[in-house]
């Protein structure tokens, strides 16, 4: 399977514990992006990055959270001292600027994490 | 910031007829608009965009139509089938490749 990638798929941890997700993009995406979504909503933006810069981040993410793609490859998303309302489905994509898919952004199958 | 507003936020049309989605956004900067399909369990994936210097596309039953000035776009599909059956997701950009704004989407039922 060529297309973007997550891990681990589900994550249950008690509040207060630090997790940490995975994502590999498409491997010729140089955008990568983070996205939150809850049941019944739409995907909400958090992070993105160009390479290894990033380049946008949300005021959703809180000091709690952060971000790295250190060498424009995968990314990881780290959530410190987890509350229950970082319950939600985190959701990595990634896209290239340019090509036949110009742009368009390829989602990965998410991280469900449930804190308890 | 860019608010995504999407309604009905149910429809149910029997297979055959026509589905139409609409949304509105606020930031007059955005020119980029995408539409997801998202199975239960799945990930979204893109059906088809729009960028703001067109004022509509089709792509088969899928057809994306667009109107600047108002600030609105919407989703038309024809002939519906029961594998159109997904919530689908409007979102708004200052440009492609950049960060998305969903609306909150579209849980659409096709009943045969």
């Known amino acids: 399977d060529t297309g973007v990638s997550q891990d681990p798929r589900h994550k249950i941890t008690k509040r207060g514990q630090n997790v940490t997700f995975r994502c590999d993009p498409i491997?010729?995406?140089?955008?990568l992006y983070w996205y939150r979504q809850t049941l019944g909503q739409g995907p909400e933006f958090l992070t993105y990055?160009?390479?290894?810069?990033?380049?946008?981040k949300s005021r959703l993410l809180s000091d709690r959270f952060s971000a790295e793609r250190p060498k424009g490859s995968f990314s990881t998303l780290e959530i410190q001292r987890t509350e229950q309302g970082d319950s939600a489905m985190y959701l990595c994509?990634?896209?290239?600027?340019?090509?036949?898919?110009?742009?368009?952004?390829?989602f990965g199958p998410g991280t469900r994490l449930t804190v308890l | 910031g860019e608010n995504v507003e999407q309604h009905p936020s149910t429809l149910s049309v029997q297979e055959g007829d026509s589905a139409v989605i609409k949304c509105t956004y606020s930031?007059?900067?955005?020119?980029?608009f995408p539409w997801y399909k998202q199975e239960l369990g799945k990930r979204p994936q893109l059906i088809i965009d729009?960028?703001?210097?067109?004022g509509e596309k089709k792509d088969q039953r899928i057809a994306v139509t667009l109107n600047k000035t108002a600030k609105h776009f919407s989703l038309h599909i024809t002939e519906t089938q029961p594998e159109d059956s997904a919530v689908y997701f409007c979102?708004?950009?200052?440009?492609?490749?950049?960060?998305?704004?969903f609306g909150k989407g579209t849980s659409l039922l096709v009943t045969p």
């Open positions: 994509a990634s896209s290239a600027q340019s090509g036949r898919a110009l742009n368009e952004q390829f």
């Open positions: 491997s010729e995406h140089n955008r």
């Open positions: 990055f160009q390479n290894e810069a990033q380049l946008e």
């Open positions: 930031d007059s900067a955005s020119n980029y």
């Open positions: 729009i960028r703001s210097n067109v």
């Open positions: 979102a708004a950009s200052k440009n492609s490749g950049y960060a998305l704004n």
